[in-house]
């Protein structure tokens, strides 16, 4: 099977090369040329444009940085589905919406090709590792046909149902990380300014029901001052408008979440929006 990847960001670079390891025969296309010619001087194939991987390539996969892009990539004037090969599966590890990953879907079906909305978590280390999370909804054949090359890249692949299955699966999951984030950098600024010893209430919080993936994440980086722009806050905002996007279009209030969305966009306002989430900690300390 022919390949693409488009998008090699800090997610895509590493996945693209994990799929190499495999052996498997990769295009790959990114804005910026760097991370592309890496990759290619790493036994990669340089793709012209996602029009000619879509005509040329059985499977291409995308991790891009927001909505607009997607859409642009996937289904504009010079996209994938311009003038897809027949059969062409595309297979979309952005986090985008639900009703999106539902219109690319009917655009591709329409074109004669299938849209999977297959989001992906685990940060970079997990993409790096080959252990993400990834979240596929759409067409169950598709799906079975590329989940063996979804595994190049994740430890945990799972099929969730129909087309934006796997987008409800990351935006929970997003739902969950914000407010654990924000909940985790409060704790350690509260404990730290009473005076607690942070290295032993890192301790006592990991092995406490206080403990979350978020804690364990930041409380080090705090603690050792460091951090490292892996996750940085404007994407939490931007994931955030798409939650509350689909709790609006579903009626669902969400009160937690909105005081965690609140947090989020002050960190941004205080010149954060670029820093790691842990760094956040620098706005609870003024």
């Known amino acids: 099977m022919k390949i693409g990847f488009i998008g090699l960001g800090g997610m895509g670079k590493p996945m693209a090369r994990n799929l190499l390891s495999a052996g498997h025969n990769l295009t790959v296309l990114n804005r910026s040329k760097g991370s592309e010619d890496e990759l290619v001087a790493a036994g990669a194939h340089a793709g012209q444009s996602p029009a000619t991987m879509g005509r040329d390539l059985d499977l291409v996969l995308t991790c891009l940085p927001d909505v607009p892009t997607v859409e642009a990539v996937v289904a504009g004037p010079q996209g994938l ?24 879907a009917g655009a591709a079906q329409s074109q004669g090709a299938i849209f999977l909305d297959a989001p992906i978590s685990g940060g970079v280390e997990g993409a790096t590792a080959g252990t993400l999370a990834i979240m596929a909804g759409g067409d169950l054949e598709a799906y079975q046909k590329v989940q ?3 595994e190049a890249m994740g430890k945990l692949v799972r099929y969730l149902g129909a087309s ?31 005076g607690a010893d942070p290295t032993v209430l890192d301790e006592i919080i990991r092995a406490s029901y206080g403990a979350s993936r978020m804690w ?15 996750a ?38 205080n010149g954060l929006g670029e820093e790691d989430v842990a760094a956040a900690i620098r706005m609870l300390n003024r």
């Open 81 to 104: 589905l311009s003038e897809p090969k027949p059969g062409l599966i595309v297979v979309d590890h952005s986090t985008i919406d639900p009703r999106t990953a539902r219109s690319l």
């Open 148 to 150: 063996p090359i979804l």
């Open 164 to 194: 934006g299955a796997g987008s409800v699966a990351k935006l929970v999951n997003q739902l969950l990380m914000s407010i654990h984030s924000a909940a985790s950098l409060e704790a350690i600024a509260l404990g730290m300014k009473a």
């Open 216 to 230: 364990e994440r930041n409380a080090p980086r705090v603690m050792e001052g460091r951090f490292p722009s892996d």
């Open 232 to 269: 940085p806050i404007r994407l939490i905002v931007k994931d955030q408008t798409l939650i509350a996007g689909l709790s609006e279009e579903l009626g669902l209030p969400l009160s937690v979440f909105q005081a965690a969305r609140r947090f989020w966009s002050d960190a941004t306002k």
